[in-house]
Structures are given as C-alpha cells and as structure tokens.
T-cell receptor
Framework: DTGVSQDPRHKITKRGQNVTFRCDPISEHNRLYWYRQTLGQGPEFLTYFQNEAQLEKSRLLSDRFSAERPKGSFSTLEIQRTEQGDSAMYLC????????????FGSGTQLSVL | GQQVMQIPQYQHVQEGEDFTTYCNSSTTLSNIQWYKQRPGGHPVFLIQLVKSGEVKKQKRLTFQFGEAKKNSSLHITATQTTDVGTYFCAGRDNYGQNFVFGPGTRLSVLP
C-alpha cells in the first residue's frame, strides 16, 4: 500500500500522559499536514510542513502540541500532558505541488483521553 | 481568520432525488476543493476549482465556484445509496498555505 499511513490507529491514554503519533506520507510528496477532527465537525488545521520545514502552525494550537518532520520524510505529532479535550481523530495528509494540490489523507489516529 | 461555512448541516433524501450543498467563505479564495468522507472513513479528494465562475462535472456531480470566489456548491443528480457520506469544502485563501475545511454536510440516502 503506497498511501498515507498513520500509527497507531487507536490510542487510549490517561489525562496528563504524553502521546506521540506517526505519519508516513506518500513517498514523493513534499508537503505534510496535520489536522484534528471531532465527531460531526470538519478537519481542523493544526500544522503544515514543506519538506522538513514547519511553515505554518495554527494559532489555536496549544504549546502542548509539537510536530516534527526530520529529513522531510515521516512526521511525528506529540501531545504533552494530555487533556480530555484532546480526544479526537488526528489526521495526517500529504500532497505534492502547489497549484494543483490535492490532499491525500491517512486513516487517522483516534485518541481517547480518560 | 478565514472561516468556511456549509449548509445544510444534514440532508436526508430519497434515492433518486437531487442534493445540493453550499459552501461560503469569509474571505476570497484562491481555490476551493471538495472532499467526501464515508462513515468511519477519511476524507477523499473529489475536485478542485480555481477560476471564477468555474463549473466542473463528474458523472452525476456538478461543482461550481462563485464569481466572487467566496462561495461554491456541489450538486448531485439522482442520488444513490453509494453517495452517503459527509461532503466537505476546503478553501485556501491568497495568504495562507493551509486548507480551511467547512463543517461538512452529512447526506443520508433512503433506498
């Protein structure tokens, strides 16, 4: 399968714990996005990379969230000191190009904070 | 910041009926995209519109971009049960690099 893959598919954690998610984009894609989606809502933008550079980060994003994309390949999203409000589906998407860009989404990581 | 709204939030139709969802942005868009998310699935790209007043068709689906590039619509003719899902528009303005998604319209098709 050469699509966008995310790991793990599900994560249950206790409030206050740190969690890390991984995203492997389509290999030739230079752009990588992280979105968060709660039930009944559209994907909410978190952050975006072009190659290894993090070019944009949502102003609504707490300092507890951090993302990296070393070497411009896979990306990780870490949430420190999780809160119940962090419970959501975390979606990764990758794309190639700028003018005719289309996002390819992974299946997401469902986070439940107890 | 840029905001994208969609109406209606839900739509229930009888199989064979038409369906339309509308998308409105608070800012002028450089382009707009439409995605479909099946229940339990992830968003899947349908189409991108770039030009003012652009109309594109994919079989029974017709997509339109407004003249002012602030609104868009998706029309499905003669819905089928396979059309069930949530339809999202996603807009990119002239300043940002990310795509801002609307809240989506959830379509139910009764056989």
């Amino acid at each position: 399968d050469t699509g966008v893959s995310q790991d793990p598919r599900h994560k249950i954690t206790k409030r206050g714990q740190n969690v890390t998610f991984r995203c492997d984009p389509i290999s030739e894609h230079n752009r990588l996005y992280w979105y968060r989606q709660t039930l009944g809502q559209g994907p909410e933008f978190l952050t975006y990379f072009q190659n290894e550079a993090q070019l944009e980060k949502s102003r609504l994003l707490s300092d507890r969230f951090s993302a990296e994309r070393p070497k411009g390949s896979f990306s990780t999203l870490e949430i420190q000191r999780t809160e119940q409000g962090d419970s959501a589906m975390y979606l990764c998407a990758s794309s190639f190009g700028q003018n005719n860009e289309k996002l390819f989404f992974g299946s997401g990581t469902q986070l439940s904070v107890l | 910041g840029q905001q994208v709204m969609q109406i209606p939030q839900y739509q229930h139709v009888q199989e064979g009926e038409d369906f339309t969802t509308y998308c409105n942005s608070s800012t002028t868009l450089s382009n707009i995209q439409w995605y479909k998310q099946r229940p339990g699935g992830h968003p899947v790209f349908l189409i991108q519109l770039v030009k003012s007043g652009e109309v594109k068709k994919q079989k029974r689906l017709t997509f339109q971009f407004g003249e002012a590039k602030k609104n868009s619509s998706l029309h499905i003719t003669a819905t089928q049960t396979t059309d069930v899902g949530t339809y999202f528009c996603a807009g990119r303005d002239n300043y940002g690099q990310n795509f801002v998604f609307g809240p989506g319209t959830r379509l139910s098709v009764l056989p």
